[in-house]
Nanobody, 119 residues
Framework: QVQLVESGGGLVQIGGSLRLSCAAS????????VNWHRQAPGNERELVAS???????SFSDSVQGRFTISRDNVKKMVYLHMNNLKVEDTAVYYC?????????????WGRGTQVTVSS
């Protein structure tokens, strides 16, 4: 069974930085593309950053230039580095992996970590 665990959230002031971490059990995170999503109250969950099983990355327009995503293949962790944080970045951030199981795609999600940006 795949379990994803996010950590690193917290309260930060506008313009501050945080690093979120995603760890996995049940899969080797090094061999999967990993996505970070976020969901603010009253909003739909949105994809903010992705990293391929290699090093290719992509970002939503709302975080492009402020967030980066990286891997530590030794620790088998994926990180979301968030800089120049804005109030609108306040949300619960989720780590997400998709796997092919037979002919089906299975989504695995962590429980999320809260990021709150205060003015």
């Amino acid at each position: 069974q795949v379990q994803l665990v996010e950590s690193g959230g917290g309260l930060v002031q506008i313009g501050g930085s945080l690093r979120l971490s995603c760890a996995a059990s049940g899969i080797d995170l090094n061999t999967y593309a990993v996505n970070w999503h976020r969901q603010a109250p009253g909003n739909e969950r949105e994809l903010v950053a992705s990293i391929s099983s290699g090093t290719s990355t992509s970002f939503s327009d709302s975080v492009q230039g402020r967030f980066t995503i990286s891997r530590d293949n030794v620790k088998k962790m994926v990180y979301l580095h968030m800089n120049n944080l804005k109030v609108e970045d306040t949300a619960v951030y989720y780590c997400h992996v998709q796997q092919w199981v037979g002919s089906s795609i299975v989504d695995s999600w962590g429980r999320g970590t809260q990021v709150t940006v205060s003015s």
